[in-house]
């Protein structure tokens, strides 16, 4: 079962930065929160992850927090290409698959 | 490096027949994972092989197998088709340790008339 809980929708302006929140308040010690986003219908695409520091790479940013039960999936200029549904998830690390939850289905508007 | 590729893309099936979908991973990469999504259910793990055996097992019924070659490439099947079976397919492939990353493939959409 998905460990995650994540708004529904955003919307967000065109250059603005995205800030996506997620909920994992049961994630253990030593769990990762990967993000993907998947643009309709097309097969997820990875983003970011991370386990207690705060990450960066070309395409986003992912803030967690100190007690690690939540965290924020930053893309800092929004463009329309971006809009699609982000996945936040916990990787449990005694099997190699992911759980999947409903995500946010971000909006980038002109 | 190429990415993960999935065959065929499209696919038409009637209820009661059965299907072979096709993986083929990231060079290099062991693992490769089966996912479904419908609208209903959302991604829903299905199993996962490494070098040529399930490693795990989501919650499906025996109707749907997999099986993995010395390549790494997978195939599931899907027998005796329903109409709910209907949905996107998608393999994901990674090295295999608990902290390689997932890279999934464009997925294959099966419709079941």
């Known amino acids: 079962d998905a460990k995650t809980t994540q708004p529904p929708s955003m919307d967000c302006a065109e250059g603005r930065a995205a800030n996506l929140p997620c909920n994992h308040s049961t994630i253990s010690g030593n769990e990762y929160v990967y993000w993907y986003r998947q643009i309709h219908s097309q097969g997820p695409q990875y983003i970011i992850h991370?386990?207690?520091n705060n990450e960066t790479n070309e395409m986003a940013s992912l803030i967690i927090t100190e007690d690690r039960k939540s965290s924020t999936l930053i893309l800092p200029h929004a463009t329309l290409r971006d809009t699609a549904v982000y996945y936040c998830?916990?990787?449990?690390?005694?099997?190699?698959?992911?759980?999947f939850g409903t995500g946010t289905s971000l909006t980038v508007i002109p | 490096k190429a990415g993960v590729t999935q065959t065929p893309r499209y696919l038409i099936k009637t209820r009661g027949q059965q299907v072979t979908l096709s993986c083929s991973p990231i060079s290099g990469h062991r693992s490769v994972s089966w996912y479904q999504q419908t609208p209903g259910q959302g991604l829903q793990f299905l199993f996962e092989y490494f070098s040529e055996t399930q490693r795990n097992k989501g919650n499906f019924p025996g109707r749907f197998s997999g099986r993995q070659f010395s390549n790494s490439r997978s195939e599931m099947n899907v027998s005796t088709l329903e109409l709910g079976d209907s949905a996107l397919y998608l393999c994901?492939?990674?090295?295999?340790?608990?902290?390689?990353?997932?890279?999934f493939g464009p997925g294959t959409r099966l419709t079941v008339l």
């Open positions: 994901a492939s990674s090295g295999g340790t608990a902290t390689d990353t997932q890279y």
């Open positions: 998830i916990v990787r449990y690390l005694t099997g190699n698959q992911f759980y």
């Open positions: 991370g386990l207690k």
